[in-house]
Structure formats: C-alpha cells, structure tokens
C-alpha cells in the first residue's frame, strides 16, 4: 500500500496551488481504490493535525473543514487511483504538512477524525508566505 502526496510548495498568501494524493499497491488492484472514502488532514509546527477535507468512495459527496470551505475543493479520479486537493485563496495559517489517507469503514460522523482511516501518506509541504 502506498499513498503518495505531491504538489506542495512555497506560495504566496492570496496564491493557489494543487495537491495531488496518488494510491498503489495491491490493495488497490482492480478498482479496490473506488471501496475507499479518502481524506486530507494537517499539521502544523506545534499543532494537531487536522481534518481539512475528504471525498466519498465515487466523489459525489465531498466535505470541507470551515475553515477551508469556499477556498478549498477535493475530488477523484477513481480512474487514475489519485484524489486532488485545489487550494485557493491561500492564506499563511494554511502553512502545514497536508497527508492523505484513505478508509474502508469511514461514515459521515467520522470522517474528521485521524481514527476512521486506514492507510496515511507521507505528506507533502505546503508553505504560504511572502
């Protein structure tokens, strides 16, 4: 199993970027990928990580953290196995690791919380600052 973030970056505030959460593996063999609601969370220094958005098994249902709602957009490709996060609007206290990750067993009551998931990624760095 492996769930591999990319896209981050330095932006500036105001600024857009996409990040990108591309799964592989055996476990998401044969269209396995599409039994899996997926998630974005994140850190940042000294903080707890936090639930920022996530996408229901065939993408119809989406939800958003408030603070990102409005400058955020998550989606998937069941297709290419890799969901996206469109960030826009960028502000400094987005500045954070952003980690995907992706579970069987995950319902609306528990889709913000780190618990409900089964396989996380790495990560990637986003940085917005001028």
């Known amino acids: 199993v492996q769930l591999q973030a990319s896209g981050g970056g330095l932006v500036q505030p105001g600024g857009s970027l996409r990040v990108s959460c591309a799964a592989s593996?055996?476990?998401?063999?044969?269209?396995?990928?599409?039994?899996?609601?997926v998630g974005w969370f994140r850190q940042a220094p000294g903080k707890e990580r936090e639930f920022v958005a996530a996408?229901?098994?065939?993408?119809?249902?989406?939800y958003h953290a408030d603070s990102v709602k409005g400058r955020f957009t998550i989606s998937r490709d069941n297709a290419k196995k890799t969901v996206y996060l469109q960030m826009n609007s960028l502000k400094p206290e987005d500045t954070a690791i952003y980690y995907c990750?992706?579970?069987?067993?995950?319902?609306?009551?528990?889709?913000?919380?780190?618990?409900?998931?089964?396989?996380w990624g790495r990560g990637t760095l986003v940085t917005v600052s001028s």
């Open positions: 593996g055996r476990t998401f063999d044969n269209y396995a990928f599409s039994r899996y609601a």
């Open positions: 990750a992706v579970g069987q067993r995950v319902i609306t009551s528990s889709l913000a919380s780190p618990d409900a998931y089964d396989y």
């Open positions: 996408v229901g098994r065939n993408g119809g249902s989406t």
